[in-house]
């Protein structure tokens, strides 16, 4: 059976959210090079990286000696919300870590002791019954407000007008994203699954001004950051950003079990990519990778 396990490009995705990064899951890389072949890239891990991103526009904590005092305003993040954004030129230094190397499962038994909760599978007939399985640890992610750099970017931009607090210094952002599982099936395609992911915020942090600021730094006009960060705070999302210089066609597409976020990718010659589905539920979010649009969709539609 094919094994198509596209891991290592998390970690080369979320080197890109900082040039200033030193990632620490340096053994579970080595492992990972020795382990397994090189995929093709896909938009799969690069959304992984953007919900690593996300947590410096959605989630602020208090420095780690006073978390003790805090009260805490809870977020379970259950939809994807895209963006025409590049995320990862958000002014902030990020550690992104993980609980452990990716490791194989041999059944959705040891899928489930390992991860923390059972995979779904397709409904019968769609793909065949016994993928690959992989089982990637939770990705911890944080990122630490530096008010002069913040400060710099909104100046660069020209949005000097917006003053950020000195009380935001040192202030560190997470976000726990994780455990997921990896279905690998022949034909090159994914099935990537997991809890949904959990923020919180301290009570009384200026969330809305603070995801406005965050906006205004990477260059988006007042009306756009304004509209973002009011989008957020009414509904928040896990945001997946998507530069507007790259060629994608994104769509809402309605499902059998309800709506999903479609995203096919342009080959050089402008033919179509791979194709990306998102869905959500409650209990789980889904990222269904496949070279053909009426599969992706097929797929997103026959999991629970």
Known sequence: MEKNDETRWVWERMAELDPAWKPDPVRGRNLLEARLAPPKPSRLWPALAAAAAVCAIVVALPQTRVLAQQLWVHYVLHRVDVVRVDLSDLPLRANVTSSGPPQA???????????????????????????????????????????????AALNKVGASDLQVPAAWEGVQLRAVIGPMVNLGYPGEVGILQAKPIEMSVPVGFPLQFFAEAAFRSIGRPVAEARALAQRFVNNPAWMLGIPEDEVANIEEVPLRKGKAMLIEDTNDDGSPGRVTVFRTTNDRIYCVL???????????????
């Open 290 to 304: 496949t070279n053909s649009r009426p599969l992706a969709l097929q797929i997103a539609d026959a999991l629970p």
């Open 105 to 151: 499962a041999t059944s959705l038994d040891d899928a489930e002791r390992k991860a923390g909760f059972r995979p779904y599978l397709p409904e019968p007939g769609v793909l065949p019954a016994n993928p690959s399985m992989t089982v990637i640890g939770a990705i911890n992610a944080e990122q630490t407000i530096h008010v002069a750099e913040i400060q």
